[in-house]
T-cell receptor, first 110, second 112 residues
Framework: EADIYQTPRYLVIGTGKKITLECSQT?????MYWYQQDPGMELHLIHY???????EKGDLSSESTVSRIRTEHFPLTLESARPSHTSQYLC?????????FGPGTRLTVT | QKEVEQDPGPLSVPEGAIVSLNCTYS??????FMWYRQYSRKGPELLMY????GNKEDGRFTAQVDKSSKYISLFIRDSQPSDSATYLC????????????FGGGTRLMVKP
């Protein structure tokens, strides 16, 4: 069973605020990912990392940024939240081709 | 056209039924195929991971891949109300943990 954690699980925040979504994994996986998922829709990759100090943008354009200073930690930051950022954000890590997901953060920007 | 197509459902079946969930894809380079189960307000959970064509069985679940038709299936035998969830297919052209391409998910409801 995968040990990957996300905090907060739910967040309601006002427009213009800076927010950081936390993701941690205890499995020592080098590769980590952030996905965005709207209700009933497919997952869209917004960022990924192949290891410490490695970050890349995914398929879906996003105004968020990520950092990877430690293997186990892959936080996502929105400098100025907008209502269009309202969505579910899922973090994952992988060994080989198998990706394991955290429980997600449901973000609502008012 | 999306790279991976999946009927969104919802698919409603009685308890004990055999369920068939399907995905079609267009990229012939895909070789690794996955099925995830996602409960409401949770992250996806990996159910099955298969390589190339053929069948793989795990308990009540069977994954089937037909690369010649670019078609994959997940069968659930003796379905239970606890199987009610959204099922996502995903695929990749490599097993190095690179980007997956997901279907939109099929919502399954198993009624007691």
């Amino acid at each position: 069973e995968a040990d990957i954690y996300q905090t907060p699980r739910y967040l309601v925040i006002g427009t213009g605020k800076k927010i950081t979504l936390e993701c941690s994994q205890t499995m020592g996986h080098d590769k980590m990912y952030w996905y965005q998922q709207d209700p009933g829709m497919e997952l869209h990759l917004i960022h990924y990392s192949y290891g410490v100090n490695s970050t890349e943008k995914g398929d879906l354009s996003s105004e968020s940024t990520v950092s990877r200073i430690r293997t186990e930690h892959f936080p996502l930051t929105l400098e100025s939240a907008r209502p269009s950022h309202t969505s579910q954000y899922l973090c994952a890590s992988s060994v080989g081709g198998e990706q394991y997901f955290g429980p997600g953060t449901r973000l609502t920007v008012t | 056209q999306k790279e991976v197509e999946q009927d969104p459902g919802p698919l409603s079946v009685p308890e004990g039924a055999i369920v068939s969930l399907n995905c079609t894809y267009s990229n012939s380079a895909f070789q690794y195929f996955m099925w995830y189960r996602q409960y409401s307000r949770k992250g996806p959970e990996l159910l099955m991971y298969t390589y190339s064509s053929g069948n793989k069985e795990d308990g009540r679940f069977t994954a089937q891949v037909d690369k010649s038709s670019k078609y994959i299936s997940l069968f659930i035998r003796d379905s239970q109300p606890s199987d009610s969830a959204t099922y996502l297919c995903a695929m990749s052209d490599n097993n190095a943990g690179n980007m997956l391409t997901f279907g939109g998910g099929t919502r399954l409801m198993v009624k007691p």
